[in-house]
Nanobody
């Protein structure tokens, strides 16, 4: 079992940056691919980014490619999402996810952190 706590959301102006964090407890994170998903108001949850177990491979949704960077620190059981050049359409609740892929989320979820981008 893995417990995930995501944090770092907030209100930012368009063009700004935020860094989300995901802290894990329980089983070590190195067992799992780790990802970020998001859900905007009135929309379904969607894939944002994923990183392999040892961090040698990443994948991103086309909508965030070149603006967002996912990283991990297995020694400290942390996963990060650096978000730059934010757009109003990035406004959503962002969820840390463990054990899945870009197309199929894993079983482990954080409770979410709200990112609001103002125009």
């Amino acid at each position: 079992q893995v417990q995930l706590v995501d944090s770092g959301g907030g209100l930012v102006q368009a063009g700004g940056s935020l860094k989300l964090s995901c802290a894990a407890s329980g089983r070590t994170l190195s067992y799992y691919n780790m990802g970020w998903f998001r859900q905007a108001p009135g929309k379904e949850r969607e894939f944002v980014a994923i990183i392999s177990r040892i961090g040698d491979s990443t994948d991103y949704a086309d909508s965030v490619k070149g603006r967002f960077t996912i990283s991990r620190d297995n020694a400290n059981n942390m996963v990060y999402l650096q978000m730059s050049r934010l757009k109003p359409e990035d406004t959503a609740v962002y969820y840390c996810n463990g054990g899945g892929s870009a197309t199929i989320p894993g079983h482990y979820w954080g409770k979410g952190t709200l990112v609001t981008v103002s125009s």
